[in-house]
């Protein structure tokens, strides 16, 4: 009887130490689906919204809206989410998860244009942030968040895009 309860209690502790490892392992993994959502969503609309008329001068200028559109196409459909704000903002995009997998994500889209001193062609550099609240997979967190502790964590990436036309 007293093996059993050892047994017991073993299992107890083991679980209650590896939850919190797993959803560790859950955060990393849905940190390297948004970084790479964001990245690929980035290649998507960098060649399509390139201004045609300035490519002849070798300057990398992007119409604005047009990488908001293409963006937003390519990140809802890696992230299986809809787009609630489309056409009232090029610079912050909203998003909402079509499957409640996440909690609703947020864009930021900034746009910079310079003048590369030494080629003397425009360059355009887009930085990109998603900003997310992290919904919790293991029961203890979910468990912990619905009682109201302070267990909140935002997944966040940024990635930065440099768009320049080479001859």
Request: net charge negative; hydrophobic share 40%.
């Amino acid at each position: 009887m007293k093996n059993i309860a050892i047994g017991v209690l073993i299992v107890i502790l083991a679980s209650i130490l590896i939850e919190p490892l797993v959803e560790l392992l859950n955060l990393g993994r849905e940190n390297i689906i948004l970084g790479t959502a964001l990245s690929n969503s980035a290649r998507s609309a960098r060649d399509r919204s390139l201004e045609y008329e300035f490519q002849r001068n070798l300057d990398a200028k992007v119409n604005e809206d047009k990488f908001a559109e293409y963006f937003s196409d390519a990140f809802e459909a890696a992230m299986n989410v809809t787009h609630t704000n489309p056409g009232e903002s090029n610079r912050e995009l909203e998003f909402r998860s079509n499957d409640g997998k996440y909690n609703d994500f947020t864009v930021r889209l900034d746009f910079d244009e310079e003048t590369d001193p030494e080629r003397e062609q425009v360059v355009t550099k887009v930085t990109m942030e998603a900003v997310s609240d992290y919904k919790f997979k293991t029961k203890y967190l979910k468990l912990a968040a619905a009682a109201g502790e302070d267990v909140d964590y935002q997944l966040k990436e940024e990635r930065v895009l440099v768009l320049t036309i080479t001859n």
